[in-house]
């Protein structure tokens, strides 16, 4: 039997079994109430009656006959039982009798007996419908009793057959879905009958059969760890955002929205172009992604996160694959790191500050020892013997090398600080790449090294800062001369391009190694096995210096063939 059935029917039971409580209750009350109204009616007013007949009966007055007569007029309206009638209509002949000669005793003795008769059959009445009232109210009470119990007992027996015949199947079915939520997947239910538990049961064990078979296919094992991938991205410190091959934003963990201030709800879905114009981050962030190489931006980006300036290196990687019987790759998204640098930034700072400050220092004692060594070359102040001149020259070459090296460190802490300053004004090659000459004129006679220029009879002036470009220059021409043999030739070489113009700079030497040129631009790296001094800073500054003057510094070297290092800068226009 379906659940809805039982329930109706058991419901329905009771409504009649109410309905039929009303029903007796109401039919026994109403007898009882037709009992005792028939009694009043009927008989307590015959008996009033009777009693003021008496009263006026025995009375003097004049309108004694006539309320008498008033009286006896009501009785005879209220005749209800069956000699009634008979002793009312003796009353009334007597009291004829009386009216014509009211003196008469013997009929007023008759009237009064006809009187106590008519009061002793009412009593008699009452006394009989009492007997029939309390008949009925003893039936009344059986009935509406026996009603009452058979509501109850029934009412009991479906209170405590009905509520567990539903609760049982359910407790067995929230039983079985705690199995199936702990991966419990062969759990079954078994509801006997044709009730919407057996249609239920039918519907748990396909799911669960479902289930099962999912639990057991790939796919079960895919979302598994895509789920184990969500968490692990979620968890990251560094700030994650995943985008389709259509820039659609699918993933992006708890980092991510909090440095956004997007919740996942206005960010997981939408296209990241719409949510650009609303966001300036996430704007600058997918600006030109597709674009983009596989690197990270090596200028951080500041923005406010932690409560505090922070500043974040973008890494872009573009996730791609070749599908199966093709050799092309396909795009199918692309995912934004951002590193959080902050710390580092904080340490290189503090670190360019104190290289800045100690190089500061550094130059005034060395330029006062420079000094020193000059007067002590002269002979007025005393002459010096062949070792102690020595000594001086060596001295003098080591605080040649520490001026040097200090002004490398103050150009450095200019670049790494941002605060390249730079006076651009039309400039003339050849006259910036002779002043490098010249500066370098005494290292190459050393080593007895010869320049070579090339240079056409008109250049075009170029737009740039002559005393950076020239200290560019000199850099590249000593470092030249460092890894030349002797007796060696170094090629200087201007040439005109369409809209620029290229100064290059070759030496003979030993070159680079494939594997360090990409390198070479580096800060502090220096060529591992070279002998030769140096910081490992000048090619750095000179690339941060030429392009800090929207110019292009290259490097082009064949390993034991030489170097050649070219630098090309705007033609004004």
């Given at each position: 039997?379906?659940?809805?059935?039982?329930?109706?029917?058991?419901?329905?039971l009771?409504?009649?079994?109410?309905?039929?409580?009303?029903?007796?209750?109401?039919?026994y009350?109403?007898?009882?109430k037709?009992d005792?109204?028939?009694?009043?009616?009927?008989?307590?007013r015959?008996?009033?009656?009777?009693?003021?007949?008496?009263?006026?009966?025995?009375?003097?007055?004049?309108?004694?006959?006539?309320?008498?007569?008033?009286?006896?007029?009501?009785q005879e309206?209220?005749?209800?039982?069956?000699?009634?009638?008979?002793?009312?209509?003796?009353?009334?002949?007597?009291?004829?009798?009386?009216?014509?000669?009211?003196?008469?005793?013997?009929?007023?003795?008759?009237?009064?007996?006809?009187?106590?008769?008519l009061?002793?059959?009412n009593?008699q009445?009452?006394?009989?419908?009492?007997?029939?009232?309390k008949?009925?109210?003893?039936?009344?009470v059986f009935?509406?009793?026996?009603?009452g119990?058979l509501?109850?007992?029934?009412?009991f027996?479906?209170?405590v057959?009905?509520?567990?015949?539903?609760?049982?199947?359910?407790?067995?079915?929230?039983?079985?879905?705690?199995q199936?939520a702990?991966?419990?997947y062969?759990?079954?239910?078994?509801?006997?009958?044709h009730?919407?538990?057996?249609e239920l049961?039918?519907?748990?064990?396909?799911?669960a059969?479902?289930?099962q078979?999912?639990?057991?296919?790939?796919l079960?094992?895919?979302?598994?760890?895509k789920?184990?991938?969500?968490?692990?991205?979620d968890?990251?410190?560094d700030?994650?955002?995943?985008?389709?091959?259509?820039?659609?934003?699918?993933?992006?963990?708890e980092?991510?929205?909090?440095i956004?201030?997007?919740?996942?709800?206005e960010?997981?879905?939408?296209?990241?172009k719409?949510?650009a114009?609303?966001?300036?981050?996430?704007?600058?962030?997918v600006?030109?992604?597709?674009?983009e190489?596989?690197?990270?931006?090596?200028?951080?980006?500041k923005?406010?996160?932690?409560?505090k300036?922070s500043y974040?290196?973008?890494?872009?990687?573009?996730?791609?694959?070749?599908?199966?019987g093709?050799t092309?790759?396909?795009?199918?998204?692309?995912?934004?790191?951002?590193?959080d640098?902050?710390?580092?930034?904080e340490?290189?700072?503090?670190?360019?500050?104190?290289?800045a400050?100690?190089?500061h220092?550094?130059?005034?004692?060395?330029s006062s020892?420079?000094?020193?060594?000059?007067?002590?070359?002269?002979?007025?102040?005393g002459?010096?013997?062949p070792e102690?001149?020595?000594?001086?020259?060596?001295?003098?070459d080591?605080?040649?090398?520490?001026?040097?090296?200090?002004?490398?460190?103050?150009?450095?802490?200019?670049?790494e600080?941002?605060n390249?300053?730079?006076?651009?004004?039309?400039?003339?090659?050849?006259?910036i790449?002779?002043?490098?000459?010249?500066?370098?004129?005494?290292?190459?006679d050393?080593?007895?090294?010869q320049?070579?220029?090339?240079c056409?009879?008109q250049v075009?002036?170029?737009?740039?800062?002559?005393?950076?470009?020239?200290?560019?220059?000199t850099?590249?021409?000593?470092?030249?001369?460092r890894?030349?043999?002797?007796?060696?030739?170094?090629?200087?070489?201007?040439q005109?391009?369409p809209?620029?113009?290229?100064?290059s700079?070759?030496?003979?030497?030993?070159?680079?190694?494939?594997?360090?040129?990409?390198?070479?631009?580096?800060?502090?790296?220096?060529?591992?096995?070279?002998?030769?001094?140096?910081?490992?800073?000048g090619?750095?500054?000179?690339?941060?210096?030429v392009?800090?003057?929207?110019?292009?510094?290259?490097?082009?070297?064949?390993?034991?063939s030489?170097?050649?290092?070219?630098?090309?800068?705007?033609?004004?226009?």
């Amino acid at each position: 039997m379906r659940i809805k059935t039982k329930l109706t029917l058991g419901v329905g039971l009771l409504f009649l079994l109410i309905l039929l409580l009303s029903i007796v209750s109401a039919r026994y009350m109403y007898e009882l109430k037709e009992d005792t109204e028939n009694v009043l009616v009927d008989n307590y007013r015959t008996l009033e009656y009777s009693r003021n007949m008496l009263l006026y009966l025995e009375n003097d007055s004049g309108t004694a006959i006539e309320q008498f007569d008033e009286y006896l007029k009501k009785q005879e309206d209220n005749i209800t039982e069956i000699t009634e009638n008979e002793v009312t209509g003796a009353l009334r002949a007597h009291f004829k009798q009386y009216r014509e000669n009211p003196d008469d005793g013997a009929v007023r003795s008759e009237i009064r007996k006809e009187i106590f008769r008519l009061m002793d059959m009412n009593m008699q009445a009452i006394q009989r419908k009492s007997e029939m009232a309390k008949t009925t109210a003893n039936s009344a009470v059986f009935w509406i009793a026996g009603t009452g119990t058979l509501c109850f007992l029934i009412a009991f027996v479906l209170l405590v057959k009905l509520p567990s015949n539903i609760a049982d199947p359910i407790k067995e079915l929230t039983g079985s879905i705690r199995q199936i939520a702990e991966k419990n997947y062969s759990e079954r239910v078994h509801f006997e009958g044709h009730s919407e538990f057996g249609e239920l049961a039918k519907s748990f064990n396909a799911m669960a059969q479902k289930l099962q078979e999912y639990n057991q296919s790939n796919l079960a094992k895919l979302m598994m760890e895509k789920k184990r991938v969500e968490a692990l991205i979620d968890k990251m410190h560094d700030p994650v955002i995943g985008l389709d091959e259509n820039m659609r934003i699918i993933f992006a963990n708890e980092e991510a929205n909090q440095i956004l201030g997007i919740p996942d709800a206005e960010l997981i879905g939408y296209h990241s172009k719409d949510l650009a114009l609303k966001y300036d981050l996430l704007r600058e962030l997918v600006k030109n992604i597709e674009e983009e190489p596989e690197i990270g931006n090596r200028k951080p980006m500041k923005i406010f996160a932690h409560g505090k300036e922070s500043y974040f290196e973008k890494d872009i990687q573009h996730i791609s694959f070749v599908p199966t019987g093709e050799t092309v790759g396909q795009v199918v998204g692309h995912v934004i790191l951002l590193r959080d640098v902050t710390e580092y930034k904080e340490l290189d700072s503090a670190k360019t500050d104190f290289i800045a400050t100690v190089s500061h220092e550094f130059k005034t004692p060395i330029s006062s020892i420079k000094m020193s060594l000059q007067l002590l070359e002269n002979e007025q102040v005393g002459k010096l013997n062949p070792e102690q001149k020595h000594l001086i020259e060596s001295i003098k070459d080591d605080a040649s090398r520490l001026l040097k090296i200090t002004g490398e460190l103050l150009n450095m802490t200019q670049v790494e600080s941002g605060n390249i300053q730079l006076s651009l004004l039309p400039a003339d090659p050849r006259e910036i790449l002779q002043y490098a000459v010249n500066a370098n004129k005494v290292q190459a006679d050393q080593k007895q090294i010869q320049f070579e220029l090339t240079c056409p009879e008109q250049v075009s002036k170029v737009r740039a800062d002559n005393e950076k470009t020239a200290w560019v220059l000199t850099n590249l021409i000593s470092n030249a001369i460092r890894y030349s043999y002797d007796n060696s030739t170094i090629y200087l070489t201007i040439q005109e391009q369409p809209e620029a113009v290229s100064i290059s700079v070759r030496d003979t030497g030993q070159g680079i190694a494939p594997k360090y040129k990409d390198k070479i631009f580096d800060r502090y790296f220096r060529v591992p096995g070279t002998k030769k001094e140096g910081t490992g800073l000048g090619l750095a500054i000179s690339k941060e210096f030429v392009e800090a003057q929207g110019g292009i510094i290259t490097v082009d070297s064949e390993f034991g063939s030489g170097s050649t290092f070219t630098l090309t800068l705007s033609k004004l226009s």
